[in-house]
Every structure is written in C-alpha cells, then in structure tokens.
C-alpha cells in the first residue's frame, strides 16, 4: 500500500515518469544499436578466362571476421575481400571463381564495438590449360 498522504494522481504521475524512463531507454537502445549491410563487390570472374576454356565445378562461399573498438582499433583482416576468396578458392580446390559476389555486414552496438563480416559466394572453376586469357 501507498503513503496515506499520496493522493491518486500522484500515484500516476509516477506511472507516467516511469514509463516515460522506459520509453526513453528504449529508443536510447535503439538509437545505439544499428545493422549495415552493403554489396561490395560483384564480378564475373576473380580471373580473366577465354570462354569455353574453363568447367563450372560446384558453388563456394567464404566468410571473414573482423571487429572495431570504438571505430578507430580494428582487429581482422586489412583485406576481407581478397582474404574470403582465397578462402574460398584453397577449400573448393578451384582456380578461379566466377559469378562472384561479395556482401560486408557491419552490426554496431552503441558506436563502441561494432562487428565486421565480409561473405563471398561464388561458383569455382577448373582451368584448361590455356584457359587464361591474355595475350
């Protein structure tokens, strides 16, 4: 029970400041919190190939870590995208990749940490012998 000398409307004005609290809490966490995603990259092959010279194996994907400490201290790979397909390539065996598309996430949590994951998918490829295009 109340204080015998709080009258009703105190009782919610109190109400009201706490969900008030609440409300801002929330949008705080909101507000500091947030998700990215964005297309890096899109190619066709990771190497110049002569068509009709090369055999579509099997699809691929690699990911890549990384993670900044208020968005000045990195830790990870200086170079996710070219680390993720040699990922991709040593695992499949491939020589090349084709149709390749790479996606970098980023999930921040109060502008402190914020996680960095770089993901490739593509298709791998075996070379014929003179399947690089060149000169």
Same mark, same amino acid.
Do not use: K
């Given at each position: 029970?109340?204080?015998?000398?709080?009258? @009703?409307? $105190?009782?919610?004005? $109190? =109400?009201?400041?706490?969900?008030?609290?609440?409300?801002?809490?929330?949008?705080a966490?909101?507000?500091?919190?947030?998700?990215?995603?964005?297309?890096?990259?899109?190619?066709?092959?990771? =190497?110049p190939?002569?068509?009709?010279?090369?055999?579509?194996?099997?699809?691929?994907?690699?990911?890549?870590?990384g /993670?900044?400490?208020? =968005?000045? /201290?990195?830790?990870?790979?200086s #170079?996710?995208?070219?680390?993720?397909? #040699? @990922?991709?390539l040593?695992?499949?065996?491939?020589?090349?990749?084709? $149709?390749?598309?790479?996606?970098?996430?980023?999930?921040?949590? /109060? /502008?402190?940490?914020?996680? =960095?994951?770089?993901?490739?998918?593509?298709?791998?490829?075996?070379? !014929?012998?003179?399947?690089? !295009?060149?000169?």
């Amino acid at each position: 029970m109340g204080s015998p000398n709080r009258t @009703r409307g $105190d009782a919610l004005t $109190d =109400h009201r400041s706490r969900t008030i609290a609440v409300l801002l809490a929330a949008l705080a966490g909101l507000c500091g919190a947030g998700c990215l995603s964005r297309p890096v990259c899109v190619a066709s092959a990771t =190497h110049p190939l002569t068509p009709g010279r090369y055999t579509e194996r099997e699809p691929v994907s690699a990911s890549v870590w990384g /993670f900044s400490f208020l =968005h000045v /201290f990195s830790f990870g790979s200086s #170079d996710p995208a070219g680390l993720a397909r #040699d @990922r991709a390539l040593q695992a499949s065996g491939a020589q090349a990749l084709i $149709d390749v598309t790479i996606q970098q996430n980023d999930i921040s949590l /109060f /502008f402190i940490v914020s996680l =960095h994951v770089t993901e490739l998918e593509g298709t791998a490829v075996q070379i !014929a012998d003179t399947g690089l !295009a060149g000169p």
